[in-house]
C-alpha cells in the first residue's frame, strides 16, 4: 500500500538542474514529505523535508504544489556522485513507527 | 551526537548455517530500531522494527528472527540460512525531533552459497 508515486528512473546530464517527481495524491494534513536517497552500496540518507513551504538546504530544494499532492525534489546543479535512488516517504509511516520505503526512483547523470 | 554501527562488513555463509547479525547504536536512549534487507537490484524491504526493549514487530514471515536484548542493540538471527537470504542488510534508527530522520547503518553484504 504505497503512499507515494514516483517514476522508476531518471537520467540527467552532469552539471544541470534535476527535478525528480512524487505523487501523493493521499496526503494527510500533517503528513510531512521526506527525501532520502541511496548510494550505491551504502544505506539510505536523509536528504530533506518539508510540510507546505518550499524548502531549502545544502544538498538540495524542496517544492511543494499548493494542494500538496506532489512535490518536487530539486538539485540544482547535478554531478556524478548525485547517481542514487531518491526515495520519497511521507510522515505518518513514521509517526507509526513503521517506516515502508517505496522502489525510489533511480538517477543516473550522463557525464 | 549519535552513531550506528553493524557488523560483519560482509559474510558469505553456506545455505542451512545459522545467521547473527548485530547492531549497536549510541549516544541516544529508548529509539525505534529496524532491520530492513535489499536483495540485488530490487528496494529495501522491511523485516522487523522495535520500539522498546523486548519488543518486536515482524513485517514479514520468514525463517529471519530479530531481538532486541538491550535498549540500543539489535540483532537478525536465522537458525538455517536460504539461497534467497542473501542480500544487503541494514539496520536504522530513528531520531526523533524537529525532522524524525532515520539513520542507517553501513550494512552487512551477505551472500549464501
Known amino acids: 500500500d504505497a503512499k507515494t508515486t514516483q517514476p522508476n528512473s531518471m537520467e540527467s546530464n552532469e552539471e544541470e538542474p534535476v527535478h525528480l517527481p512524487c505523487n501523493h495524491s493521499?496526503?494527510?494534513?500533517?503528513?510531512?514529505i521526506h527525501w532520502y536517497r541511496q548510494l550505491p552500496s551504502q544505506g539510505p540518507e536523509y536528504v530533506i523535508h518539508g510540510l507546505t513551504s518550499n524548502v531549502n538546504n545544502r544538498m538540495a530544494s524542496l517544492a511543494i504544489a499548493e494542494d500538496r499532492k506532489s512535490s518536487t525534489l530539486i538539485l540544482h546543479r547535478a554531478t556524478l556522485r548525485d547517481a542514487a535512488v531518491y526515495y520519497c516517504?511521507?510522515?505518518?509511516?513514521?509517526?507509526?513507527?513503521?517506516?515502508?520505503f517505496g522502489k525510489g526512483t533511480r538517477l543516473h547523470i550522463l557525464p | 551526537s549519535q552513531t550506528i554501527h553493524q557488523w560483519p562488513a560482509t559474510l558469505v555463509q553456506p545455505v542451512g548455517s545459522p545467521l547473527s547479525l548485530e547492531c549497536t547504536v549510541e549516544?541516544?536512549?529508548?529509539?525505534?530500531l529496524y532491520w530492513y534487507r535489499q536483495a540485488a537490484g530490487r528496494g529495501l524491504q522491511l523485516l522487523f522494527y522495535s520500539v522498546g526493549i523486548g519488543q518486536i514487530s515482524s513485517e514479514v514471515p520468514q525463517n529471519l528472527s530479530a531481538s532486541r536484548p538491550q535498549d540500543r542493540q539489535f540483532i537478525l538471527s536465522s537458525k538455517k540460512l536460504l539461497l534467497s537470504d542473501s542480500g544487503f542488510y541494514l539496520c536504522a534508527y530513528l531520531h526523533r525531533g524537529f525532522t524524525d530522520t532515520q539513520y542507517f547503518g553501513p550494512g552487512t553484504r551477505l551472500t549464501v552459497l
Open positions: 516517504i511521507l510522515s505518518d509511516a513514521i509517526r507509526d513507527d513503521k517506516i515502508i
Open positions: 493521499t496526503i494527510s494534513g500533517t503528513d510531512y
Open positions: 549516544g541516544t536512549s529508548n529509539p525505534n
